[in-house]
C-alpha cells in the first residue's frame, strides 16, 4: 500500500501543474470596409469606409488555445455623408470565436499573434421611408497580434472578414438572396486579468 501512495504522490510531483488562464477585456475602434451586399443599399455606401467601434472577451489558456466574444457596432453602414436618403443605419456584428495563438512563455511582454474565426449574428439596420431591419446568420475569420505593456495592460491589433453564412431568401430587404459581407481593421486596449 505506502507503495502505491508514494508511487501516486511521485507521479503528483512529476506531472505538470495546470496551466493558468487569463481574461482579456478589449475596447476597440477601427474602420469597415470592402462591403458588399445584395440588401437595399441606396446610397451606395457599404463598400466605403466607415468608423467601427467594439468590444471584445477573451479567455486565453497559457497554451494554444482560447474563446472570445465580439460585438461590433458600424454606425452609418448606408449612408455616405453626401446624399439625404438614409436618415439612420448601422451593422452589427455578434460573434463567438475559437483562437488560436502562440503560447504565452513564448510571447510573454512581446506580441502574441493569434488567428480567430466563429459563428454568431450579423444584424443591419436602416431608417429611409421605411424602416428596414435584417438579421442574418454570419461568420468571421481574422487575425492578429497582441502586446503588453504591463501584466495588466496591452494593445491588440485585429484584421477580420465578416460574412453572411450561406444566402437568405428576404424579397423585401434585398434583390434576390441576401448577402452581406465586410472587412474591419481596428486597435483596442487589452485590460487582463
Known sequence: MWRAVA??????LV??????AEWHITPMIGLTFAGKTTLVDPEHATDK???VFGIGGAYLTRGIFG???IAILTPGFFQTGDVD???HSRSTALMGNVILTVPQRWAEY???????????LLRTSQQAVLPVTSNITGFNVGGGAMGYFSKRTGVRFDFRYY?????VEQAAVGFGDVQLRYMTLTVGLVFRR
Open 49 to 51: 469606409i466607415h468608423p
Open 67 to 69: 474563446v472570445e466574444g
Open 15 to 20: 506531472c505538470p501543474r495546470p496551466a493558468a
Open 110 to 120: 512581446s506580441l502574441r499573434p493569434f488567428v480567430s474565426a466563429g459563428l454568431g
Open 85 to 87: 436618403i438614409v436618415e
Open 163 to 167: 460574412a453572411n453564412l450561406h444566402p
Open 7 to 12: 508511487a501516486c504522490c511521485l507521479v503528483l
